[in-house]
Structure formats: structure tokens, C-alpha cells
Nanobody, 120 residues
Framework: QLQASGGGLVQPGGSLRLSCTTSGFTLDAYAIGWFRQAPGKEREGVAA????????RYADSVKGRFTISRHNAKNTVYLQMNSLKPEDTAVYYC???????????????WGQGTQVTVSS
């Protein structure tokens, strides 16, 4: 089972690090995407990392603030989120796929989400 964790309540300008892990398979064989969904809004891609060369992609809204990375020995993919803004508030999900893309239909295995709330 794929599991996202590390969410919580943080003040604007603060940081959080989300983790995506599983015990059922090795994540380094897959592209990993982070997505988020705020109330009343569609799910949107945030960041993705490829399985082949570790190349990364980011949504324009998070470029320069978020960093996606792998720790293969821990079978974990991280999403480091800095300079958080209230508009980053959402449930964050990780997913596995073949392509490191921001498009959700290219991902076929989704974990349960973790809530991130940015508020003073």
C-alpha cells in the first residue's frame, strides 16, 4: 500500500516535508508524482520525479519552493515544501506511474492523502 505522510498545520512561510512510502514494492522502479486537491477544486499535479534519470518536474505555482527527491535505501520519495502559502492548503497524494508528468491519468496507483493546512 502506498502511503503519504507528513502533513499538518503550518503558518504561512513555514515548511513541511511529505513522505511517500510503501512496503509492497520498490518505488525506484516507478515515476512518482505528488498531487493535491483543495476543497471544491480539481486535483492538480505538484511535482514528479522519473524512475530512469531522476529528472523532476514542477507546477509553476510551486517552482522554487517545493523539491521532490528520492531516498532509494529508505524506499521513500519526499516532497520538501518551503515558503508555504495559504493557497497550498490541500490534501496531498502520491502516486506511481511510468512517466514523470503532471497529468493524473498517467498514474495508476494512488495512496491515501495527507492534509496540509497553511494558516496563521
Amino acid at each position: 500500500q502506498l502511503q503519504a505522510s507528513g502533513g499538518g498545520l503550518v503558518q504561512p512561510g513555514g515548511s513541511l516535508r511529505l513522505s511517500c512510502t510503501t512496503s509492497g514494492f520498490t518505488l525506484d522502479a516507478y515515476a512518482i508524482g505528488w498531487f493535491r486537491q483543495a476543497p471544491g477544486k480539481e486535483r492538480e499535479g505538484v511535482a514528479a520525479i522519473s524512475s530512469s534519470d531522476g529528472s523532476t518536474r514542477y507546477a509553476d505555482s510551486v517552482k522554487g519552493r517545493f523539491t521532490i527527491s528520492r531516498h532509494n535505501a529508505k524506499n521513500t520519495v519526499y516532497l520538501q515544501m518551503n515558503s508555504l502559502k495559504p493557497e497550498d492548503t490541500a490534501v496531498y497524494y502520491c502516486a506511481t506511474g511510468r512517466l514523470a508528468t503532471m497529468i493524473s491519468r498517467y498514474y495508476n496507483y494512488w495512496g491515501q492523502g495527507t492534509q496540509v493546512t497553511v494558516s496563521s
